[in-house]
C-alpha cells in the first residue's frame, strides 16, 4: 500500500512538471495556442524560485569567497551554450547570454556592473562598443579618396557594403565566470554554497574571428537579483524534453563544471595565475587544493 501510494505521488510530481514544462502543448489546436495556460492553470500556479533561507552572521561558523570559471567547451556545461541559432528554434528555447543580454534590455535586469565587487554600475549603452563594432573598410577608403568632392558636400553616402560590422552573439561566449560564497551553516551542520555574481566572458566584436582574440568580461550581474528572470527562462534537458530544468535551478544546484581561479587572500585577492605562471598543470592542482581545503573544514567538523 505504502510503494502504491508512493508511485502515485511520483507520477503527480512528474505530471506536474510535465505541465509546467510544455503547457498546452497536447490540447492546442494552433501553434499560438503551445506555452498559454489556462484560467484555471494560472491560478493554480504558485511557480516562483525557491527563497533563499535566512542565515544569521552568527550562524557562520566558516565562510570563503571564491570565484570559478565555466568553460563552455566541456560537454557537462553545454545547456548554458547552446542553442546559439535563434533563427531555427522555439522562441522558448534561448542559451543563458541571450536570457542575460534580453533582460537588461528590457530593464528587468538593473543589477549590472563593471567588476565582481559591485563598485561600479554598467549601463547597456556602456556595453555598446563592446557588442557592436562597426568600421570602414579597405575598399570604402579607396571609394571616399576616388570621390572625395562628393562625399565631402554630401552628395554621395559611402554604401553598406563598404562597412564591415560585427556583433557580439550568444555563439562568441566562452564561458562564465562567477563568484560566491562557501560557509559552513553551524546551525544545520551543513557545508552550502550561495551564488553571488555571474559574468559572461568572450572576445569584443572588434576581435571576432581572429586567431587567439584575448577574452574579457562582459559585464557583471548580481544573481540574486535576476532569479526570477532565470527561473522563467529554460535549459534543454536531453534525458527528458517535458521536464526542462530551469537556468536558476541548474546554477543554484550547481550543475556545471567549474574551476576555481581566484579565493579571497591577503594578497588583495590575487589570481592563481599571478603566482603560478606559465604552468597550467600546478594553476589546476592548485585550484584543487582550494576546493580541498574547503571541503576539509566540513569534514574535520567531525572528527574527535
Known amino acids: 500500500m505504502k510503494l502504491k501510494n508512493f508511485l502515485l505521488v511520483v507520477l503527480l510530481v512528474a505530471g506536474g512538471y510535465s505541465s509546467f514544462a510544455q503547457s498546452n502543448l497536447l490540447n492546442a489546436k494552433t501553434p499560438d495556442e503551445i506555452g498559454k495556460k489556462t484560467a ?10 525557491l527563497p533563499y533561507g535566512y542565515v544569521h552572521d552568527r550562524d557562520v561558523l566558516m565562510g570563503k569567497t571564491t570565484w570559478e570559471i565555466i568553460d563552455l567547451d566541456e560537454r557537462i556545461n553545454f545547456p548554458l551554450y ?138 557583471w550581474v548580481y544573481f540574486p537579483s535576476i532569479r526570477d528572470v532565470l ?11 517535458a521536464m526542462p530544468i530551469t537556468f536558476d535551478h541548474l546554477l543554484n544546484s550547481r550543475r556545471f563544471n567549474g574551476v576555481i581561479y581566484k579565493e579571497e587572500n591577503v594578497y588583495g585577492d590575487r589570481t592563481i595565475q599571478d603566482y603560478m605562471k606559465d604552468n597550467a598543470q600546478m594553476q589546476l592542482l592548485e585550484s584543487e587544493r582550494v576546493k580541498e581545503k574547503i571541503r576539509n573544514f566540513e569534514q574535520d567538523m567531525w572528527n574527535y
Request: with cysteine; aromatic share 12%; glycine share 6%.
Open 40 to 49: 484555471a492553470q494560472l491560478e493554480s500556479d504558485n511557480d516562483k524560485p
Open 231 to 241: 527561473h522563467d527562462a529554460k535549459a534543454f534537458n536531453d534525458k527528458n524534453s
Open 82 to 219: 547552446y542553442p546559439v541559432d535563434t533563427a531555427n528554434i522555439g522562441k522558448e528555447r534561448r542559451s543563458l547570454f541571450q536570457v542575460l543580454l534580453n533582460g537588461i534590455k528590457s530593464g528587468k535586469i538593473t543589477e549590472v556592473y563593471a567588476d565582481d565587487y559591485f563598485n561600479t554600475k554598467k549601463s547597456l549603452k556602456d556595453m555598446s562598443s563592446t557588442f557592436k563594432y562597426i568600421d570602414t573598410a579597405q575598399a570604402g577608403f579607396d571609394e571616399i579618396n576616388n570621390f572625395y568632392d562628393d562625399y565631402k558636400s554630401g552628395k554621395k553616402i559611402l554604401d553598406k557594403q563598404f562597412i564591415n560590422e560585427q556583433e557580439l552573439s550568444a555563439q562568441d561566449i566562452s564561458g562564465y565566470k562567477i563568484k560566491g560564497f562557501w560557509y559552513f551553516d553551524k546551525r544545520q551542520s551543513e557545508l552550502k554554497y550561495r551564488l553571488l555574481a555571474i559574468c559572461p566572458v568572450a572576445p569584443e566584436a572588434r576581435e571576432i574571428g581572429k586567431d587567439n582574440a584575448d577574452v574579457i568580461e562582459l559585464f
